[in-house]
């Protein structure tokens, strides 16, 4: 167990849906890291947070948007919804200092039919 | 940020040495290099950091040499449940992040 939590684990919508993903990070970390896992693509850094701020992005399609709340949770909002975007999500967190260690939740499976 | 390539796959058997080498020519001065693992349908995990020289924990030895062009990671006497995907990973410093490449997928033989 990592300490990072994702939540739902399993998520089943229609194209065209919109979605929202949650992440609580580890206890006392600030940065918050989102990824998206398909079987084409492998592991796609989309997005950082750190302290509630945007520090970097990847390639995060503009259908896309996430935020990092005051209690440090994230969530990643997915709209107008495509079959591609059927993939695992993951966040992942890490203490400030430590800048190559981050521990990634469990991950959010998303099937788009 | 500094490419990597490593083989794509191996195999291995039970109780055997895995040495995983990773190339990257393009390695800046103040980089890491970092080692994930994952198994099918979880999240990576860190396995092991370094600068130069060799590293050691209790999962893994990691092996830079003095160029820095290259890195080993070691897995000593693997089992079963080592099967997995391994990450080479270069960068991390503040403001970058990380690209994962398609790693070595490592299967372990009975």
């Known amino acids: 167990d990592s300490g990072v939590t994702q939540t739902p684990k399993h998520l089943i919508t229609a194209t065209g849906q919109r979605v929202t993903l949650r992440c609580s990070p580890r206890s006392g970390d600030l940065s918050v890291y989102w990824y998206q896992q398909s079987l084409d693509q492998g592991l796609q850094f989309l997005i950082h947070?750190?302290?509630?701020?945007?520090?970097a992005k990847g390639n995060i399609l503009e259908r896309f948007s996430a935020q990092q709340f005051p209690d440090l949770h994230s969530e990643l909002n997915l709209s107008s919804l495509e079959l591609g975007d059927s993939a695992l999500y993951f966040c992942a967190s890490r203490q400030a200092e430590r800048y190559n260690e981050q521990f990634f939740g469990p991950g959010t499976r998303l099937t788009v039919l | 940020l500094a490419k990597t390539t490593q083989p794509i796959s191996m195999d291995s058997y039970e109780g055997q040495e895995v040495n995983i080498t990773c190339s990257h020519n393009?390695?800046?001065?103040?980089?890491?290099i970092t080692w994930y693992q994952q198994f099918p349908s979880q999240g990576p995990r860190f396995i092991i950091q370094g600068y130069k020289t060799k590293v050691t924990n209790e999962v893994a030895s990691l092996f830079i040499p003095a160029d820095r062009k290259s890195s080993t990671l070691s897995l000593p006497r693997v089992s079963l449940s080592d099967t997995a995907v391994y990450y080479c990973l270069v960068g991390g410093n503040y403001g970058q992040n990380f690209v994962f490449g398609p790693g070595t997928r490592l299967s372990v033989l009975p």
């Open positions: 947070y750190y302290n509630g701020e945007e520090r």
């Open positions: 393009n390695i800046a001065t103040n980089d890491y």
